[in-house]
């Protein structure tokens, strides 16, 4: 199993940055990728931005790009999410994923969420 806690979300003005957070514990080997999602009200969960392990490579939503920044810490099982120049529309629930595997072998582990809410 493994475990992921995030931190960091709250209330923000349009134009103004947040930093979330989150640690993972448990069985962290093999996880392939680590990332994060959203979910808005009334909406599908989407991919906002994942990283591989090395850091190697490095994907995001086109919604967020040039904005929003992925980042790992691997000595401390952290995947971090820089978002700036936010808009009402990334007002979300923020979940943080890793994933073990591929393909149709994969198995995702998923955070409680944190809401992330950008006032206009």
């Known amino acids: 199993q493994v475990q992921l806690v995030e931190s960091g979300g709250g209330l923000v003005q349009a134009g103004g940055s947040l930093r979330l957070s989150c640690a993972a514990s448990?069985?962290?080997?093999?996880?392939?990728?680590m990332g994060w999602y959203r979910q808005a009200t009334g909406k599908q969960r989407e991919l906002v931005a994942r990283i591989t392990s090395s850091g190697s490579r490095i994907n995001y939503a086109d919604s967020v790009k040039g904005r929003f920044t992925i980042s790992r810490d691997n000595a401390k099982n952290t995947v971090y999410l820089q978002m700036n120049s936010l808009k009402p529309d990334d007002t979300a629930v923020y979940y943080c994923?890793?994933?073990?595997?591929?393909?149709?072998?994969?198995?995702?582990?998923w955070g409680k969420g944190t809401l992330v809410t950008v006032s206009s």
């Open positions: 994923n890793a994933r073990r595997g591929l393909g149709l072998d994969a198995m995702d582990y």
């Open positions: 448990g069985s962290i080997f093999s996880i392939n990728y």
